[in-house]
């Protein structure tokens, strides 16, 4: 008779305790099922040439950031499954010698299939992905897009 409260005095101790456990162990281990990707962008344009850079999504604006030649700007996040779009966007501002040129930097649709570390250097004549198989920024099948005022209006 004594062993049925002993029995629901554990279930209760182990119910209380339950939820601070979980947490502990979500703080050390990724419980999310997507995973965090992470962006890197490097000033490849020239040397002595410095890099403004200004990165947003719908949701997020990360702020203005100025990079030397061969620095490099870092941000990450998880994509959005409940987008209404069904994707992620981030797209970059990139300003060197006074001319502004944009690219998406990450875009689901696009990016998907590759890493979850995409790095980037911001080259002249257009962004290079690091290939890494070769560990050279040579994947530079990419283009900066073509000016949009409204696009403009909001980067800066």
């Not at 990079?67 to 992620?88: I, K, M, P």
Request: hydrophobic share 40%.
């Amino acid at each position: 008779m004594m062993v049925e409260p002993n029995i629901r005095l554990f279930m209760f101790c182990v119910l209380l305790l339950l939820p601070s456990n979980l947490m502990a162990i979500s703080t050390k281990i990724n419980l999310n099922p997507f995973p965090r990707i992470h962006v890197y962008i490097k000033n490849g344009v020239a040397k002595g040439t410095n890099l403004t850079l200004h990165c947003k999504s719908k949701d997020d604006d990360l702020g203005v950031h100025y990079l030397n030649y061969q620095e490099e700007y870092t941000f990450s996040f998880h994509y959005n499954v409940f987008a209404l779009q069904g994707y992620t966007l981030f797209f970059c501002g990139f300003t060197w010698n006074h001319i502004l040129h944009w690219f998406e930097i990450y875009n689901w649709k696009r990016d998907r299939h590759f890493y979850t570390h995409m790095r980037w250097s911001i080259q002249e004549n257009s962004p290079c992905l690091l290939n890494h198989a070769t560990n050279n920024y040579d994947i530079c099948d990419f283009a900066y897009n073509q000016s949009n005022p409204k696009l403009l209006y909001n980067l800066y």
